[in-house]
Each structure stands twice: as structure tokens, then as C-alpha cells.
């Protein structure tokens, strides 16, 4: 099987399965408990909390959750609001983000979206326009999780904060980690969000980042766990396996390999596809995704013959003409006639040049046979 879908989520590394074992079997202990063994637990805890951030370059605290998406809500909720405060975020972000802006705009608070270019990248003057002194809270991610555009979030941060000094900036780097250099401290971000199942960890572990001397009010109140900010035992075996994921991953990320096959599928593509759009600007982007679209074509029967081929891709978020999935398309200003065709290739470590090469030539023979029964109409 070729698997060219890993910003979906990427598999585990099997030694992930000893850590498990550990912490669930062996020493199963609640890390809030007093004898020693327990204590012990909540030392590997501690252990692992400062790799991940040595690894990300925080100066911080790190809050466990159960995934990306609570820490994009503990993020967009627990931030703190002022009277006739404005929320800023960018058009594209993930729904995790998208949806907590659309409930805190019908709370009564003002929220602007601000616009992208065709590769999901933020429109800097936009921005510019949009940010003012009574800004609270910024969310805008680091990388698209549709084209891999990557935002320039350290200069997004000087200007919010020149303008509103109280602002909290918050940016969902979901996708970015494990796949590019992270440096918080430069970035300057208040707020940062990954989860461990984009770079072969655990599902449902996931961290908000937390800059020292910034306060957010937990989402999820009980027994006070994570200095009161995320109640819940924690998830033990998966926090110090997120740890262990991301150093290995880290190590073994290979930005010019990547670059080397996304480009070199994206010029094959290119040469039988006469209408291809490309949605990925190679200069500005994760070196792991290609995002494009074809006219008139419906990605997901691309993704189901392929499938038959035993190769693994995604469709965008598009993939259905409904309102909803066209609110991706419509922020990248595609054409209605490629909505339907957004396909996402998204690569690791573990993809191969003959893993590439093959599925340019799969690809072909499926587009052609697509091609010529449906005369290139929509079907
Ligand atoms: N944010 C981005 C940019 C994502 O790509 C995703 C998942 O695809 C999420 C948030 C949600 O993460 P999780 O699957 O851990 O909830």
C-alpha cells in the first residue's frame, strides 16, 4: 500500500505500543496520587512536558488535551475577552477553529475573517486592515491544512501586538509540526496547538502551548489537574509517547527529500492534465503537501479507483458541492468547476521516489480512463 495521505494522520510508531504498556500495565499509576509510584508518573510527565518543549523552542508551559481540536477550542474559549473586544481569524482555518469562531460570533462578540491568497497564505495588508486596538484574540495557523501554506506568524505577531498590545495570538500548528522547524520563542506565538497524531503518535493526544506570563480560563473544570487548566487523569502513555514521537520525527524529517518528490509528482501531473490548478506555492509551503484541482472532475472517484490500486490519497476539504465544504474553495478563490476536484498528496519520511513515481503513473491511467468516458464533463 502506498499511503500519500499523511496530513489526515500518519501511523504510529510501533514502539509507541512498549510506552502503552508501560504506563497502563505496568506502572498504571495516577499521577495525581501521593506514594511513589505515582509520583514517579508524574516525573515522566514533567520529563516529557520539557522535551517538547525544548524540541518546539517554548518558553512555557505545555497543556495536554485530547486532541487538536480541544486545544483550538481551549485556545478560541479559555483566551481571555474584554468588553467590545474583536476576534481576528483567517478564512481557511480548520474547522476546529472556524466553528469556535462562528459560536463566539453568535455570543455577541465581533469576529472578522481575513482573507488568503490562492494558497491559503494570509493576506498581510488585510490583515493589517482588520487588526486594531480592541483585538483580543488572533488565531491564524501556521501551516494550511489544505495547501500547506505557511503563514509568516512571527511578522503577523509584531503587528498584532503593535497594534493591540492585550491581544493574545494564538496559531494552530497542527500540520506544521514534525514537518517544519518550529521556534515559538521567535515566533512570538501566546498560544500554540499540535496533536500527536499528525507525526506518528497516539490519537487523541494533543497540547496547547502556553507562553509564560499568559493566562486562558480552562473549558474543562473537575478534579484540577494541569494547574486547574484541563481536568481529567491524564492520559499518561499518551503524553510521553507524544514526546517520543515528535524527537523521533523530528530527526528523521527530510525537508529536500520531500521538496524533491512533491515537485517532481507535480510536474507529471502537469504534463497530461491541461487545466491542472495547483494550490500549493512551493516557495512559501510545507515541503510534505501538494494540494490541486482538476475541472470538472470529482476528486473522490479519483480517491476510490486509486484506492483499488492500493494507493492511499486525499480529496480537500471540498469534495462536495454542499455550502459547507465550499467554504474552503471559495477563500482560495477557486473557480466553481474545480470544487469538486481538490485532491491533497501529502508525504513523510516514509514515502519513497518509486512510491511517487508509481502513483504518477497510476494517476495517469486513471484520469485518462475518467477523461475519456466522461468527455471531460462533470459527472
Ligand atoms: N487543525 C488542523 C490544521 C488540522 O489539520 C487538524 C486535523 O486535521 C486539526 C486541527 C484537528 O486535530 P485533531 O484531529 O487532533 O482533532
Given amino acids: 500500500m502506498i499511503y500519500l495521505d499523511t496530513s489526515a494522520t500518519t501511523s504510529m510508531y510501533p514502539e509507541i505500543l512498549y510506552i502503552i504498556k508501560q504506563y497502563s500495565v505496568d506502572d498504571y499509576y495516577n499521577p495525581s496520587a501521593l506514594y511513589t509510584k505515582a509520583l514517579n508518573v508524574a516525573k515522566d510527565i514533567k520529563v516529557a512536558k520539557r522535551k517538547i518543549l525544548d524540541i518546539l523552542h517554548g518558553n512555557g508551559n505545555i497543556i495536554f488535551t485530547a486532541s487538536g481540536t480541544e486545544s483550538d477550542n481551549m485556545a478560541m474559549f479559555g483566551s481571555k475577552k474584554f468588553k467590545n473586544c474583536k476576534v481576528l481569524v483567517s478564512s481557511v482555518e480548520h474547522s476546529a477553529i472556524y466553528a469556535c469562531a462562528k459560536k463566539l460570533e453568535a455570543s455577541g462578540i465581533q469576529v472578522e475573517f481575513v482573507a488568503c491568497d490562492a494558497y491559503g497564505i494570509v493576506d498581510i495588508d488585510d490583515f493589517k ?14 501551516a494550511c491544512n489544505e495547501t500547506g501554506g505557511v503563514n509568516d506568524i512571527e511578522q503577523l505577531v509584531k503587528i498584532a501586538k503593535s497594534v493591540s498590545p492585550k491581544v493574545v495570538f494564538h496559531s494552530d500548528g497542527v500540520q506544521a509540526v514534525g514537518k517544519m522547524p518550529i ?20 490519537k487523541g493526544v494533543g497540547g496547547l502551548f502556553v507562553k509564560k506570563g499568559v493566562n486562558i480560563n480552562p473549558i474543562i473544570l473537575g478534579g484540577g489537574q494541569e494547574n486547574g487548566l484541563r481536568s481529567a487523569t491524564e492520559n499518561v502513555s499518551g503524553i510521553i509517547s507524544t514526546a517520543v514521537a515528535l524527537e523521533k520525527t523530528c530527526k528523521l524529517l527530510d525537508i529536500e527529500k520531500n ?14 492534465i491541461p487545466d ?17 484541482a482538476l475541472k470538472n472532475t470529482r476528486g473522490e472517484v479519483l480517491v476510490h479507483m486509486l484506492e483499488d490500486k492500493g494507493i492511499i490519497i486525499g480529496t480537500g476539504s471540498a469534495c462536495s458541492s454542499s455550502k459547507a465544504h465550499s467554504r474552503i474553495p471559495t477563500a ?22 518509486e512510491q511517487a513515481e508509481i502513483f504518477v503513473k497510476e494517476f495517469k491511467s486513471c484520469y485518462e480512463y475518467l477523461s475519456s468516458v466522461i468527455f471531460n464533463k462533470c459527472y
Fill in 129 to 142: 486592515a482588520k487588526m486594531s486596538s480592541n483585538v483580543a484574540l488572533v488565531s491564524i495557523m501556521h
Fill in 183 to 202: 521556534n515559538l520563542s521567535k515566533l512570538g506565538v501566546d498560544l500554540y496547538t499540535f496533536s500527536a497524531h499528525k507525526f506518528h503518535g497516539m
Fill in 259 to 272: 521538496k524533491k518528490i512533491i515537485q517532481f509528482i507535480a510536474d507529471n501531473l502537469a504534463t497530461f
Fill in 276 to 292: 491542472l490548478i495547483v494550490n500549493t506555492n512551493f516557495e512559501c509551503s510545507l515541503s510534505n503537501i501538494l494540494s490541486f
Fill in 332 to 353: 482560495l478563490g477557486i473557480q466553481r468547476e474545480y470544487f469538486d476536484g481538490m485532491i491533497r498528496i501529502s508525504i513523510d519520511n516514509c514515502t519513497t521516489f
